[in-house]
């Protein structure tokens, strides 16, 4: 069947918001260019300064991108070979490059059901002698259980590292994602809730001296011009992204809070689609304004996903799988020895995620077209009826 004469529902509409804020981000670009100061210019320091007391902490070092962030919090916690790094298996790929960059080994463990975040209960089990870091990864915009995580690090004197590339401005408790761990990193991907117009990431910690080894590793491993302390990288945040992501930051707060309401509009209207599971908030008893969790993606499990996946490209619909293969069953991962069955809660879970359209510009109108495809497929029960039954 033609998608003629449909209007496309984006996964992301990245136009929609350069639109509504092109008067903000074209004179800050422009600035970097008429001074051409393209190389950790000011607009790195003032992105830096402003970043870190958005997450509630002192220090912020910007960075090439979110895997790049990670690798290099971990060295700079100085971790490396010979060490164990316990992550989640359902993250996207580059958790675990990041561990596998810094030449230590992935030890993955599975997600709790609800929240599709890393279980502590598993994380502890997994400690061995060599565990040097956790990583909790804080997932589709919803933060992981950092009261459980940090204690058990604590206990066992083990380093954390958020990995909180898809969780900018998440609340957890009355704290930010970003001010839990010794090290936090955000990725500026463009469609990320801060996204920069190509690469870019953040690691941000509360401990001056992890500050000052990233920034050493991040510029060459040197102190002064062509003096090299340290084997380090060139992995800078480019100037005139932090310009963009400067002038961006002052709204995250407002996107999230719209990706929220967004998330309850389609909670509302999936309520009575029996066979869809919608997304669980599982720490919700936040005040105003403070948004835990900040929808990143809006997934759902559904049965017969493929039928779903043809009914929205029939209607100009575009969807995603976040992710249809978890880290232990990757091929380029098959070293570390794990086989289909080890992780069951994130396999099962894998076969029936979707992620639906979600971004701030979304319409109730386009929710309304998103989840009236999503009853045509499944139909809908009258809630009245299910609690008779
Ligand atoms: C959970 C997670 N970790 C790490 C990354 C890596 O970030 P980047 O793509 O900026 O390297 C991403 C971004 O895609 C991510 O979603």
New binding site residues.
């Given amino acids: 069947m033609s998608t003629a004469g449909k209007a496309q529902i984006p996964f992301v509409d990245l136009k929609a918001q350069y639109q509504s804020i092109k008067a903000e981000v074209l004179p800050a670009v422009t600035k970097v260019l008429d001074d051409c100061n393209f190389i950790l210019g000011q607009q790195v320091k003032d992105f830096e300064q402003a970043f870190a007391r958005y997450c509630g902490v002192d220090h912020a070092v910007g960075v090439a991108?979110?895997?790049?962030a990670?690798h290099l919090a971990l060295r700079a916690l100085g971790v490396g070979p010979g060490d164990e790094v316990i992550t989640v298996t359902n993250?996207?790929i580059?958790?675990a490059l990041a561990i596998h960059e810094c030449g230590a080994r992935s030890v993955l463990v599975d997600c709790e059901a609800d929240s599709y975040n890393i279980d502590p209960i598993l994380v502890e089990k997994a400690i061995t002698k060599r565990t040097k870091a956790i990583i909790p990864?804080h997932?589709y915009g919803q933060p992981a259980n950092m009261q459980a995580i940090m204690d058990i690090a604590k206990r066992h004197r083990l380093f954390v590292v958020e990995?909180a590339?898809?969780g900018h401005g998440a609340y957890y408790g009355d704290k930010r994602v970003g001010s839990f761990g010794d090290a936090a990193c955000f990725?500026f991907?463009p469609g990320k809730n801060l996204g920069g117009y190509g690469?870019g990431?953040m690691v941000v910690c509360r401990d001056k001296a992890i500050a000052d080894k990233l920034e050493l590793l991040r510029g060459y491993g040197s102190v002064k011009k062509y003096e090299h302390k340290e084997k380090g990288y060139n992995c800078r945040l480019d100037t005139v992204q932090a310009a963009i992501l400067l002038a961006k930051l002052p709204h995250l707060d407002d996107w999230n809070t719209r990706r929220f309401k967004a998330a309850q509009t389609y909670a509302t209207r999936i309520a009575d689609i029996t066979q869809v599971k919608g997304p669980k908030v599982v720490n919700n008893a936040l005040p105003a304004g403070r948004v835990p969790h900040v929808f990143h993606l809006y997934v759902v499990q559904v049965p017969r996903r493929q039928d779903l996946i043809q009914a929205f490209t029939q209607e100009n619909i575009q969807c995603g799988i976040h992710y249809p293969i978890p880290i232990h069953l990757q091929e380029a991962y098959r070293d570390l020895g794990y086989k289909r069955g080890d992780f069951p809660v994130a396999e099962a879970a894998a076969d029936r995620i979707l992620s639906l359209p979600m971004f701030p510009e979304l319409s109730v109108d386009q929710i309304a077209r998103v989840t009236g495809v999503i009853a045509d497929v499944y139909g809908r029960q009258p809630v009245a009826t299910r609690r008779a039954g």
């Avoid at 991108?65 to 790049?68: A, K, L, P, Y």
């Fill in positions: 991108n979110g895997t790049e990670i993250s996207f580059a958790t990864v997932l990995d590339c898809q990725s991907y690469d990431g």
